[in-house]
Structures are given as structure tokens and as C-alpha cells.
């Protein structure tokens, strides 16, 4: 597979943030998943002793998750996937899943999902105390509420209508101390 081109699904800070190499990037849909801050993140946007919140996707047969696709060329294909296996360390696999795109094409994409379990796993809280820890946490990849911020500024770029995120992004406290 590594030196065949594909397509890979972003639904995160890989919206925003690819950092990866593309012949196209295309606005679609993941039907059957929902996108939930359940996911710690220990290495990016917190530390090990102070995890911050970040995206996974959950199976969830009525909803949908709308995001990116990027199509990775074959002469790119082993050092993204090397690249991103490291990126998304922190208790995310490789899945394939059928996509659709935002013209109605059919995609097979590649993404990566922490499942529930995994040893960063952090699971369902209240809202308040999600954007509570999202308004805390820091690491090396930046503050975890520019995560949020970031990943809902481009969920409105995309039209897309995320209760979870835009609800969460609503309850941050303000920045000001
Ligand atoms: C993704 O963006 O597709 C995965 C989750 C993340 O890295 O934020």
C-alpha cells in the first residue's frame, strides 16, 4: 500500500493543520461516525500529567462526520503514512472507511481513529467540563483551545453543523485573566 497513492480523511487538526504533501483535497462526509473530544492527548495539545482534550470518532449509525479528503501520491505515500503513524501516536489506528465527497463521489479513505479503551482514552464528561479542560491544557503542539478554536473555525468554512464541537466552543471561558 505505501507506494500506492491514497486517500486520507481528516476530521481533526488535520483539517487545518495537514502538514503532508497532497495532489488534491476535497470537502466530504463520513457517514455512520460522530466526532466526540473523548481522545486524550498527552503529546500534543497536553502533557502526561495534564492530558488535554482532542477528536476521535465514534460509530454512530444516524450521524455523520464532515471533514477533508487529501489524496497522497505514491511517490509521498510511504513518508506520510511513516509521518503520520508518529503524528497520531497517542492511541489512534488506520481505518479504511467509504467517504463521500461534497460533488456525491464515492471515496475509499484512510483514517485514524482512537477507539474507546485505547490507553489515552478519556471517554464522555460533561460539556462544561470538557471546555473546562480544553481551556486549561497546553503542549507542545500549542494551547488545546486552539485546537477547538481552530477545528471550529473550519467546520464553518465547511458549512458543516457540529452540536458537539460548536457547543463546546461556545462554553470556553473567556481567554482574558
Ligand atoms: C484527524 O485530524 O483526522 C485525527 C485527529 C487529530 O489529529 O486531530
Redesign the pocket.
Known amino acids: 500500500m505505501a507506494s500506492d497513492p491514497f486517500w486520507?480523511?481528516?476530521?481533526?487538526?488535520?483539517?487545518w493543520k495537514p502538514d503532508l504533501p497532497y495532489s488534491d483535497r476535497v470537502p466530504a462526509r463520513l457517514p455512520g461516525w460522530s466526532r466526540r473530544f473523548w481522545?486524550g492527548?498527552h503529546d500534543?495539545r497536553g502533557l502526561p500529567d495534564a492530558p488535554g482534550r482532542?477528536?476521535?470518532?465514534i460509530e454512530s449509525a444516524q450521524d455523520r462526520c464532515d471533514?477533508v479528503a487529501y489524496r497522497v501520491p505514491a511517490d509521498a505515500a510511504a513518508t506520510v503514512l511513516a509521518g503520520l503513524d508518529h503524528?497520531?501516536k497517542n492511541g489512534?489506528e488506520r481505518h479504511r472507511v467509504k467517504l463521500e465527497t461534497s460533488s456525491g463521489e464515492a471515496l475509499e479513505a484512510l483514517?485514524?481513529?482512537?477507539a474507546p479503551g485505547n490507553f489515552a482514552w478519556l471517554g464522555p464528561a460533561p460539556l462544561a467540563a470538557i471546555a473546562a479542560q480544553i481551556a486549561r491544557a497546553q503542549g507542545p503542539s500549542g494551547s488545546n483551545r486552539e485546537?477547538l478554536q481552530r477545528?471550529a473555525e473550519s467546520l464553518r468554512t465547511l458549512g458543516s453543523d457540529d452540536d458537539h464541537v460548536f457547543a463546546l466552543e461556545a462554553l470556553l471561558p473567556s481567554d482574558k485573566t
Open positions: 486520507l480523511f481528516g476530521y481533526g487538526s488535520l483539517i481522545q492527548s500534543h482532542v477528536v476521535t470518532l471533514g503524528r497520531e489512534y483514517i485514524y481513529v482512537a485546537y477545528l
